[in-house]
């Protein structure tokens, strides 16, 4: 049947997709590596993208919005040092991706999206795949979601000029986040680890994402996007 030989095309490759992107480039956490070979990403990309899925590329989900590359996604969730016992908080669900594999990685994952439509299509996916530990709202994520807090890992998925700081309120002691941090077209990567009071950060690599449009992020004014003063 098409449907099966489709399917095993997909998983090779996936196969692929790890191995010469993701252990190639020295990530190495073997959790990580796991979920990275489970997780079905072409049922995440709209469905006349799914040739590309497993391309070393973000890939637009419409809205204007993106799926992170591979790499990306796997660094990232490296970074986070997960065990299996947190909660993790998600800002910026966009396809769903990420947050299915922070499900398999993690206790439960709470992750916000600003736009409808796209928090409703993540929300249909995880369900028909079964991933039942992660838990989608819709409003502005900078404001983090305070019900849940703390987290033990935190993952923002989307650019802002600094870290919003109720996210570094609701990270508990010990916790990590990661985050995109700079100008509007190209930002770092950073890691903040919380002791007690103290936020200790780390720079990790150079990236590019979308925006992260909120009260603690950028405001969009007239098609502009401007920071937020103050
Ligand atoms: N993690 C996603 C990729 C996200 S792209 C994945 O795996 O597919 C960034 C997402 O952040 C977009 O969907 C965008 O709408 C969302 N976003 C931007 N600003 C936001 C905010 N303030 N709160 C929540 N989501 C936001």
Redo the contacts with the bound molecule.
């Keep these: 049947m098409i449907f099966r030989d489709d399917l095993t095309e997909y998983d090779r490759a996936r196969e692929r997709m790890v191995q010469s992107q993701i252990e190639a480039r020295g990530i190495k956490d073997p959790r990580v590596l796991e979920a990275m070979r489970q997780v079905p990403r072409h049922l995440?990309v709209p469905v006349d993208m799914r040739g590309s899925a497993y391309r070393d590329s973000p890939l637009p989900?419409g809205?204007g919005?993106?799926?992170?590359q591979p790499y990306i996604?796997a660094l990232m969730t490296e970074m986070l040092e997960l065990s299996g016992e947190e909660r993790v908080l998600?800002?910026?669900?966009?396809?769903?991706?990420?947050?299915?594999?922070l499900s398999l990685l993690a206790r439960e994952v709470y992750?916000?999206?600003?736009?409808p439509s796209?928090a409703q299509r993540?929300e249909e996916v995880l369900r028909q795949l079964g991933y039942t530990n992660v838990h989608i709202r819709v409003?502005?994520?900078?404001?983090g979601w305070p019900e849940h807090a703390p987290y033990e890992a935190i993952?923002v998925?989307?650019a802002s000029p600094e870290v919003p700081a109720p996210l570094l309120d609701q990270l508990a002691d010990g916790g990590r986040l990661v985050a995109p941090v700079g100008p509007r077209w190209n930002q770092t990567l950073v890691r903040v680890r919380r002791e007690g009071d103290r936020f200790h950060r780390e720079r990790l690599t150079a990236v590019a994402?979308?925006?992260?449009?909120?009260?603690?992020?950028?405001r969009e004014d007239d098609g502009l996007l401007r920071r937020v003063i103050g």
């Design positions: 995440f989900i809205e919005q993106t799926i992170s996604v998600e800002i910026g669900t966009g396809s769903g991706y990420q947050a299915a594999i992750t916000v999206e600003r736009l796209l993540a409003g502005d994520g900078t404001l993952i998925t989307a994402f979308v925006p992260l449009v909120g009260k603690h992020g950028w």
